[in-house]
């Protein structure tokens, strides 16, 4: 467990050049300052720079193991930022970092890169860190490679209009679509979910804390949140959580979580509830799905295809050690 400090990095910088800060907190207007940074990368590269979880942890102060980082320009503006979360014991500690796009090509990048794998020591004493880079980037994938990462995972942004007709795919006979009910599901959810993700490096190990999280967030809609039910036992037999991202100037729908148990693999249950899930953003005046899925799940991939998706982005995970 990372206790409360605050210190300098002793990281190589100039006179002119302030040291990494690092810390395990960040008071309010810290926050503030970070989630300012991302809007202004994001807005420039047209990918946001930290993910859900980032996002997620930086509000609710969820994180336990967290380490932050923070650059700042000799006028103490926000120019870099990076979270390092411990991970999965089996899997290492991982990385989001961010520079603000009028101080890049200043090596604040390269910086904040060896910071992380200086604190990730303190995570993981065999120094393995996983560095996500939203976007895929070259400029990104080129320091990851320079400084010993490799390119090890690949999660696809695949995009839908959802003007496009969509195919006619019933539920199952014997199975029935209904909404989730916050409190009363809850649990039978998780457990399906951990069975449906089993091997996800993230997903299948969601908490009832991570689930509450995500409850308590404005966007969250029982009603977007369809459950499969066995007709006979009232049992859950899988899911799609839509999201809806809504913009300045366009609201994107997400296939935001499907899965279906092991246990009724194999009766077109999937198909089915992503349409469901498709119809029911169209329902709500939506134009256009996204959806996140690692580009090594060829049969979701192939499957989303069938359905109209196509890549949009990706995000790319770089390994050390």
């Known amino acids: 467990m990372i206790t409360g400090y605050r210190d300098r990095m002793s990281s190589a910088h100039t006179p002119e050049e302030p040291p990494v800060e690092r810390t395990a907190r960040l008071d309010a207007t810290e926050v503030r ?10 807005d420039t590269d047209g990918a946001d720079p930290l993910s859900e979880a980032v996002l997620l942890h930086l509000r609710h102060d969820a994180a336990a193991d967290v380490v932050h980082l923070m650059l700042r320009d000799p006028d103490g503006a926000l120019a870099g930022y990076g979270h390092i979360d411990a991970g999965d014991p089996s899997e290492g500690p991982w990385a989001e970092l961010v520079v603000h796009p009028l101080r890049r090509r200043h090596g604040l990048g390269r910086r904040l890169v060896t910071a992380a794998v200086a604190a990730a020591t303190r995570l993981d004493p065999a120094g393995r860190l996983r560095v996500w880079a939203h976007g895929d980037h070259p400029s990104a994938g080129a ?8 390119r090890a995972r690949v999660l696809l942004q695949l995009r839908r209009p959802l003007r496009l007709p969509l195919p006619d ?3 199952p ?3 029935s679509l209904r909404p989730f009910r916050p409190g009363a599901d809850d649990a039978a959810w998780l457990a ?10 993230e997903q299948g190990r969601w908490t009832i804390d991570d689930l509450r999280v995500r409850m308590s967030e404005p966007w969250f809609d029982p009603a977007g949140f369809l459950l499969a039910t066995d007709d006979a036992t009232g049992r859950l037999l899988g899911f799609h959580w839509t999201k809806v991202h ?3 100037a366009e609201s994107i729908g997400e296939v935001y979580v499907l899965g279906v148990d092991p246990d009724a693999h194999g009766r077109g249950l ?3 509830l992503t349409v469901a899930g498709l119809r029911h953003l169209h329902d709500r005046g939506l134009s256009q799905a996204m959806l996140y899925v690692d580009e090594s799940n060829t049969p979701a991939v192939a499957l989303y295809g069938r359905l109209g998706f196509a890549r949009w ?3 790319v995970n770089y390994r050390r050690g």
């Open 169 to 171: 795919r019933p539920l």
């Open 313 to 315: 982005t990706a995000d």
């Open 143 to 150: 320091l990851a490679l320079h400084l010993g990462f490799a």
């Open 270 to 272: 999937g198909t089915a």
């Open 246 to 248: 809504a913009g300045a």
């Open 173 to 175: 006979t014997g199975i």
């Open 192 to 201: 399906v979910n951990s069975r449906a993700f089993a091997t996800h490096p």
């Open 33 to 42: 300052d970070v989630l300012a940074l991302a809007r202004a990368a994001g």
